[in-house]
């Protein structure tokens, strides 16, 4: 019975036989220089840093394991954190490209408890190029909008053009026989008109007051020529 404790859980610090060999992996392994610099997770986002080692760690497995996302998570959120222990925590997971997602992991936490917000500077770069590129994607689609709406524009215009010349060269068509149609003739020729026919007139009658003074004047040199 004095040894029961024995069989009491135990982590992996108190373990004596884990730590004798973290210790022989720790001075077998090469770590990168960044490994020697210290993170403060107190000016870091990790709201920013998770969704990366989500998309980071679904790449690398090809397919989205959470276990393994969850774990490195938990990880961060460690009092002391140390990568290259992480790097050893995780080698069972990710394999041969441990040590590259822990490298890019801890630049990215170096870079973000320097920026304002907790952010690596180069989310904030990236984000930059997709606003950047956003609104390049809508200029084109303005440009290409205002372009089909100029062609439209300038289509409508030239119809109705050529609906204002057609109606031009057909009024300039039918302009001389309608005005010969309606527009009386002018005025002196009308006053001459009237003129000639008054004197026509008067011309008659003189002629008719002649023929018949004339008639009756033969008819008496008639009637005095008979009587005895």
């Known amino acids: 019975m004095g040894d029961a404790g024995f069989f009491k859980g135990t982590s992996a610090d108190q373990d004596s036989r884990f730590s004798n060999k973290e210790k022989k992996l720790l001075k077998s392994m090469s770590f990168p220089p960044e490994f020697d610099q210290k993170v403060d997770m107190k000016k870091v986002n990790l709201d920013v840093i998770k969704p990366w ?5 679904t ?30 925590n995780l080698t069972g997971f990710l394999e041969s490209n441990t040590k590259k997602f822990i490298t890019e992991l801890w630049t ?46 300038k289509k409508t215009s030239d119809e109705a053009n050529d609906i204002r010349e057609g109606r031009k060269r057909r009024s300039r068509f039918d302009e001389p026989r309608n005005k010969s149609q309606s527009r009386s003739p002018p005025r002196r020729y009308r006053t001459r008109s009237r003129s000639r026919s008054r004197d026509d007139r008067r011309s008659r009658h003189y002629r008719d007051d002649y023929y018949s003074n004339r008639d009756r004047d033969s008819r008496r040199r008639r009637r005095r020529s008979r009587s005895p």
């Open 59 to 88: 790449e690398i497995l090809g397919l989205e394991d959470e276990v393994v996302i969850d774990y490195t998570c938990s990880l961060l959120e460690e009092k002391d954190q140390d990568p290259k222990r992480m790097q050893i």
């Open 108 to 153: 990215l936490l170096l870079s973000a408890q320097k920026s304002v917000g907790g952010i690596p500077a180069v989310f904030i770069e990236q984000k930059k190029e997709e606003l950047r590129k956003k609104k390049l994607e809508e200029d084109e689609r303005r440009s290409q909008r205002d372009s089909v709406m100029d062609t439209i524009r």
């Open 53 to 57: 080692i989500s998309n980071r760690i």
